[in-house]
């Protein structure tokens, strides 16, 4: 009797036990997928399923539209590794597996489905999830309560995490996470196996893109979009330690600088940013963005932070009024008794104006980074829309990161159109002899 063994690294331990969800997320170069590729062939090889059936098992991603796409080809590459073939139960098609005892391993997209042909995965006691990061809500909500029907079915993910709002680190990083579920973290480091080769491309990385290692090889959240407008200087922040504990100086002008949203379920969202001008440094100390919201919510986040006395620092269509109730941003904040100022449009090329005015001051910020950091994954998104067919850039592209980074921009554009504050200008002084 031949036995297939099966090397495994020690941070994938806690997976080989039995769960009903099983997670593992982290950088590249960490083995997730081959973990979890050789974990379904060792349960197909062990599972007799029932009434001695094998085990139907499915690898998903969120959108796969051809094979070349889906997790078939490592796992046909696992297979002639192993050794395993027809005479073991192993036979390749097309498009599917057929595994021992009339198993049956498929490969599809999530979006794929709906509510009624997802029903086609019922008895399937396997489902590995490739590059979860994408996963959306509505396909998990499909997904789950399908698979789950069975004792001793199983949900596996694995992952390189993107943002901390993507669904599956919810899921598994929340607050709360599925009952009975294990989750481990996988690096570079944790993969004894990994080559020379893979080891160069890490070590390149970090010379060549280090505003991008700690996402792509560390398994951190992308704070900066690769080729983003602030990236270098939000990655200077960071090595510079100026992102950390920033007080507020109860002698200094706090301000509230503003990029206006509007009400409703698809209005463009409200951002503000809070702000003091201490000396030479720019003290970022909170950020705030609702969308859909009426201005009375704004205005109360304001007072309940403490900023009831901030200047609000407008842009230009602040003092624009209602075509039917004759109120613009700029009177009512007013009428709410706050201080208001409204920054003259600066006509054409405002956008560049901004985000080179943003790129000078950077050297001069500080951010408080508990209250800051939805603010600063804006400035670290915020990057140029292109014609990739021809090369041509479109300008800044404008998505849910470019409200926060209009209202930095005010900031920056107001800041130098501040006189020079004392601390700031050139010291006088006279020579005293006796």
């Known amino acids: 009797m031949s036995v297939l063994r099966i090397e495994t690294a020690e941070v994938f331990a806690p997976l080989l036990a039995p769960a009903p969800y099983k997670g593992a997320w982290g950088g590249r170069g ?7 590729g050789e974990a379904l062939i060792e349960d197909c090889l062990s599972e007799p399923g029932d009434f001695g059936a094998g085990l139907r ?11 070349a796409q889906s997790s078939k080809a490592l796992i046909e590459a696992k297979l002639s590794r192993f050794g395993l ?25 999530m979006n794929d489905y709906t509510s009624e042909s997802v029903k086609s995965l019922e008895g399937f006691k396997r489902a590995w999830w490739e590059e979860a990061q994408t996963a959306t809500q509505h396909s998990l909500n499909l997904l789950r309560p399908t698979i789950m029907r069975i004792n001793g079915a199983q949900c596996w993910f694995s992952w390189n995490a993107r943002r901390k709002t993507d669904p599956v680190d919810v899921m598994f990083r929340g607050p709360e996470i599925p009952t009975g579920a294990v989750v481990v973290r996988a690096n570079w480091r944790d993969n004894p196996f990994r080559s020379e080769q893979l080891e160069q491309e890490r070590l390149d990385c970090l010379r060549m893109q280090p505003d991008q290692y700690d996402h792509i090889w560390e398994g951190g959240y ?4 690769a080729g983003a407008y602030f990236a270098r200087g939000l990655a200077d922040c960071r090595t510079q330690g100026r992102i950390g504990k920033v007080a507020a100086d109860p002698l200094m002008t706090l301000r509230a600088y503003w990029d206006i949203g509007g009400t409703g379920a698809k209005a463009d969202a409200c951002a503000i940013w ?10 970022i100390l909170d950020y705030y963005e609702a969308q859909g919201q009426p201005l009375a919510v704004h205005a109360t986040w304001l007072r309940d932070r403490g900023y009831g006395k901030a200047l609000c620092v407008l842009p230009h269509d602040g003092a624009t009024h209602d075509k039917v109730y004759q109120v613009s941003y700029e009177s009512a904040l007013r009428e709410a008794g706050f201080d208001t100022q409204v920054v003259p449009n600066m006509g054409a090329g405002a956008a560049n104006a901004r985000i080179e005015a943003v790129r000078r001051i950077f050297p001069a910020i500080w951010f408080n980074e508990d209250t800051t ?8 998104w915020y990057h140029e829309k292109k014609d990739e067919a021809r090369g041509i850039g479109l300008g800044p592209n404008h998505d849910w990161a470019s409200h926060g980074s209009d209202a930095f921009g005010l900031m920056a554009i107001d800041h130098a159109q501040q006189p020079a504050t004392l601390s700031s200008a050139p010291l006088k002084y006279k020579r005293l002899v006796r």
């Open 57 to 67: 098992s499915v690898c998903i991603r969120e959108v796969q539209k051809d094979l």
């Open 373 to 380: 950091e939805g603010g600063r994954e804006a400035l670290g």
């Open 222 to 225: 992308i704070t900066l979009a």
């Open 274 to 283: 809070i702000v003091q001008f201490v000396g030479k440094e720019v003290r």
């Open 30 to 36: 960490s083995g997730k997928s081959h973990f979890f």
């Open 85 to 109: 073939g027809e005479k073991d139960g192993f036979k390749v098609f097309r498009d599917v597996i057929q595994t021992p005892g009339d198993g049956l391993m498929i490969f599809k997209g």
